[in-house]
């Protein structure tokens, strides 16, 4: 137990130490404090622009309507995990609301989501939202993937049975891939009959390099499928037929290990997003496998992460929060992170670049 202390010590430590190298603020022209990453001399390329943890900056009420009857409820986010952006449309599972968080951009609109009878969801890990606006949700509870149609209505669920334990979900090239956490492969089913197994995938027999031991998460683009494995504490990656091809990270405190990998995205130029829950942030390596830097860290101020799980990439959304740009940037695109404890539920960052 004294052992275990120790270690943990130096490792809290060891981030402190890392994350303090990689953050710096600024005031911007209009008086707010600017956070970027990474810390000067070297250019800044992401901003940490907001964060929010409740209904609360997404309530559209008046002065005479607070006047008449009083001022709204504030909704809180509770314990999010996964997170998906799609439609105007920002969906996060909650572990212990048993349901969504959902927020609509274009109507600045909060609501919670806990479906009812056949659409029940019992602890929502993950979730996708695909080119029809359909919702797909991983439970890792109740044992299936549940889908919602574009209005949230029930449409189908899915698993492989009592022993079946999904905990990400993806659609690419007409097909549902799914993790399972419970049998230690990735299985691929037909998207318009979900039930329809077409195939799994392990990376192979135990001791080998490609072998899946704990799949938790899962991010498809046109060239690769990326799967976090939890329990080798390592990232790999297999083309759409599942065939292995490399993966990167191992045990450790250092830069460019993990300790509790979990949500993972890609952006276009396929430089890889793996949150750390262990170390509370954030690390972004490139197509090569290379680390580039990091961002986050459980810091107790703006930008940082508190046991961080969702992670999600969006290019479509820019527009409502572009006003948290520093004047001397441009925003790429933004990137959501969830912490499933502390007052910033909900990290919003954003990839920038120097105006010339």
């Not at 031991?213 to 990656?237: A, C, H, L, M």
């Not at 527009?319 to 969830?338: I, M, N, R, S």
Request: charged share 25%.
């Amino acid at each position: 137990m004294y052992r275990k202390f120790i270690f943990y010590t130096v490792f809290l430590i060891a981030g402190v130490i890392l994350f303090s190298s990689c953050k710096t603020s600024k005031l911007s022209k209009s008086g707010a404090t600017t956070i970027l990453y990474p810390a000067p001399p070297d250019t800044a390329r992401l901003q940490f622009l907001t964060s929010f943890s409740s209904s609360k900056a997404f309530q559209n009420q008046s002065k005479f309507s607070k006047l008449i009857v009083g001022e709204k409820v504030s909704l809180p986010i509770i314990k999010p995990f996964g997170i998906e952006i799609g439609n105007n449309k920002i969906y996060i599972c909650d572990l212990e609301l048993e349901g969504l968080e959902i927020i609509n951009l274009k109507k600045n609109s909060f609501e919670y989501f806990k479906p009812t009878g056949k659409g029940t969801l019992k602890k929502p890990l993950n979730c996708f939202v695909d080119k029809n606006s359909f919702l797909y949700i991983a439970d890792g509870e109740r044992k299936q993937v549940v889908i919602f149609d574009n209005n949230l209505n029930y449409v189908n669920a899915f698993g492989l049975g009592s022993e079946y334990k999904p905990t990400d979900v993806n659609v690419f090239d007409n097909k549902i891939w799914v993790t399972d956490i419970k049998n230690n492969k990735v299985d691929v089913f037909e998207q318009a009959k979900p039930n329809k197994l077409l195939f799994s995938f392990s990376g192979g027999e135990d001791g080998e390099e490609g072998r899946l031991y704990q799949p938790t998460n899962i991010y498809i683009t046109d060239k690769k499928v990326y799967v976090t494995d939890f329990g080798e504490f390592k990232i790999k990656t297999y083309d759409h037929k599942g065939n292995y091809l490399s993966s990167l990270g191992s045990y450790g405190r250092n830069l460019g290990q993990f300790v509790r990998p979990k949500g993972i995205a890609v952006d276009k130029e396929e430089n890889l997003f793996v949150v750390d829950t262990g170390f509370e942030n954030t690390q972004i390596f490139n197509e090569k496998g290379q680390l580039l830097m990091f961002f986050g860290g459980n810091t107790g101020g703006p930008g940082g992460m508190y046991l961080p799980a969702g992670i999600t990439i969006d290019y479509n959304h820019i527009e409502y929060f572009t006003k948290y740009v520093d004047a001397d940037y441009t925003l790429k695109y933004l990137v959501f992170v969830t912490s499933q404890y502390g007052k910033d539920k909900i990290g919003v960052y954003g990839a920038i670049m120097q105006k010339k």
